[in-house]
Nanobody, 119 residues
Framework: QVQLVESGGGSVQPGGSLRLSCEVSGHSSCIYDMSWHRQVPGEERRFVSAISRDGQIRYTNSVSGRFTISQDNSKNTMYLQMNNLKPEDTGIYSC?????????????WGQGTQVTVSS
């Protein structure tokens, strides 16, 4: 089992910044890839950014150059630094962990943290 807990969401004005955290506990050694996803009411969750065990990083085009994903293995925590926020960045941000154990891929999600960008 892997547990994920997000924090760091809030309300900011356009152009502002936030840093989201995703703390990992449990059987974290099985994790190969971690990612951030955003969901707004009435829509499916959408990919934002990901970081793999070997450090490969991916971003969706709309956040590239503004968001930075990172991880601190000593703290078992993944981060998403969000700069120059725009109203369209508003949503619930959830972290996801893809875990490979006992020849099976498992997916774990956190509960999400709300980000609101509005003037």
């Amino acid at each position: 089992q892997v547990q994920l807990v997000e924090s760091g969401g809030g309300s900011v004005q356009p152009g502002g910044s936030l840093r989201l955290s995703c703390e990992v506990s449990g059987h974290s050694s099985c994790i190969y890839d971690m990612s951030w996803h955003r969901q707004v009411p009435g829509e499916e969750r959408r990919f934002v950014s990901a970081i793999s065990r070997d450090g490969q990083i991916r971003y969706t085009n709309s956040v590239s150059g503004r968001f930075t994903i990172s991880q601190d293995n000593s703290k078992n925590t993944m981060y998403l630094q969000m700069n120059n926020l725009k109203p369209e960045d508003t949503g619930i941000y959830s972290c996801k962990a893809d875990c490979f154990t006992k020849d099976t891929w498992l997916t774990y999600w956190g509960q999400g943290t709300q980000v609101t960008v509005s003037s």
